[in-house]
């Protein structure tokens, strides 16, 4: 089958929007830095994730996203050479059932069978962090790594190992649950139930409640205008704003959470030596310079002599399309046997 030709969808599913994208894999010439990424993206949409919570209205509003980048890039389901949807949380991928996903309201959902019904075409589901990292290890700022790892930070902290060249997924499907490395036994309490989570100190979530701490004391204006009190309501942009109007106690709370993450990458790179640590997510596309900037210097200071200058602190090239891009290249593994 000429893969040139082929076209695939993937598409990330999140808690606060729905992203899809429509790729092309490209033949590859010789391998090298400057060649074009070999998957080309044709076309991308987003949506708002539903809020009701109601399975039926989470799948039509995958189904109209998934139409919409499709009427985009000129193409229909019919002429799909695969798709792939991505979910956070656990998964059955050979069912195509949605375990337990804490944001969306599924639990053992047969995600894969509804979307095939709505779009007329075969679904394979993912894990959204493992996408994110695979479309960065093919078509992004992980190219060419052999030994690497992916953060993901945005509501919660999500990873990706890379060794030797593959995605590492563990015994059963779950490795790289970075987020939840306890780094501070007895710190913030964290979603899973522990205290002192990676996740519980340095995702958006952590610091949105600091801001909370910081704006109902009248400390930060620029945070409190954006948000008030409630910290649900402390998106990525809220903090990128306030550090362009140059907010001190904003820079104190992202410096605070990428010390955190710092102590995490050290961690990480004492156990698993990555010549590459690629950093992404929602909180990285809206202040990633400033977290990495912190974290790094973190990190190195943590690091036995020598080892800091063996690995580089990279941010996503993807942004939005890592989690689209790493599904419809999984979608072309699995159809061609390409092992890219
Ligand atoms: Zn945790």
Redo the contacts with the bound molecule.
Sequence with gaps: MPSEQAVYLGVDVGATKIIAGLFRPRTQGKKSETAAPPVEALSQAKVRTPKSGKAKDLVAAIADVARLAMEEAGTSSAKLAGAGVAVPGPLDREGGIVRYTPNLGLENYPLAAELSQALGIPIRLENDVQAGVLGELVAGGLRGARNAVGIFLGTGIGGGIVIDGKLYTGSTGSAGEI??MILLEGGPL???G?YG?L??LASRTAMAKDAVALASSGKSLPLFEAAGTDFRKFRSSAFEAALEQGDEAAGRIVDRAGFWLGVGMANLVNILNPEVILLGGGVVSRFGKRLREAAKATMEERLMTGLAATVKVVLSELGDLAVPAGCAIAAEAELEGVKR
């Design positions: 987020g939840h964290c979603g899973c522990n989570c996740e519980a």
